[in-house]
């Protein structure tokens, strides 16, 4: 990989409160209503490597949700922070603990902040971070270069750490599986630097698309897709993506995916381990996190 011109920045953001309109339901893909718990604020009790069904919530992650008051600060903050970068906080019970990103949302933009679960106890929504950016711009070099593939969203010194290898040609990934681009929808023609994507998978489909075991922080590949800029249907491209939430009842929505990585499929050579892959895990953010 090409990285030695990347530089860090350093960002700011402050822990999101939840926030509900003055009717606080949404619909879910039967048309029954529901209240949506868990998208955005400070999520308690799922962690990585939890099953994305496992609870009744909306988009809920093993993390934080970061946001500025700025809305410009706010899309930089969030195109800026990459899987595996250091989250410091700064203000409140857990002042000077650390943390990681894990991943980001779309729609206004939020970036996912995971820490220990005795640091996470103490957060509360208006406690002010730091994140330490590095990441995007990340080049490749050789034939990846020539061919198009990009690298997004994560700091590429934690690749290694995820089972992805990178040579000059080819692309090597372990993933949980492999599903069509026709999965996908919320995020689609998004900005992918901004965006996650959200893939229609639920306890009722994710049997037939091998996804019965889908878990937060699983690597998951989708064919036909490029999302070097706004994400759409490219034939014959592959995506590579983190699983950062959990599904959504609402239609068009489902697990969050935050790609890391897009080229040609004849780049890269995945393998896929349905019943027992592990991507980004407790442990590897543990260590992050004492760096």
Known sequence: MNTPTLVATNVAGVVEHPGLDNN?????????????????????GISLGDSV?????????AAVSLVHSDPAARYALTAFACLGNAVTVRSGAAAGAGGVVLGKRGEQGRVLAWFPPETLATIVPGDAMSVRAYGQGAGLSGALAERGAELLNVDPGI???????????????????VVGSEVVGNGLGRPAHQWDLDLQVDASNADRLGLH??????????????????????????????????TSPRPGHGVGMMPIFSAPRATVELEVRPDDHVGVSASLLTELAGR
């Open 24 to 44: 606080p339901y949404l619909i879910d893909v039967d048309g029954r209503p529901y209240v949506p718990i868990g998208d955005g604020g400070v999520v308690l």
């Open 53 to 61: 069904f496992a609870f009744d919530t909306d988009h809920a992650s």
């Open 159 to 177: 690749l290694p750490r995820l089972g992805v290898t990178i040579g000059d040609a080819q692309v090597s990934a372990t993933v949980r599986g």
């Open 213 to 246: 075991r889908l878990a937060i922080g699983d690597l998951v590949a989708v064919a036909d897709l490029d999302v070097r800029r706004n994400a759409g249907y490219r034939r014959g491209w592959v995506t590579l993506g983190v699983v950062v939430t959990t």
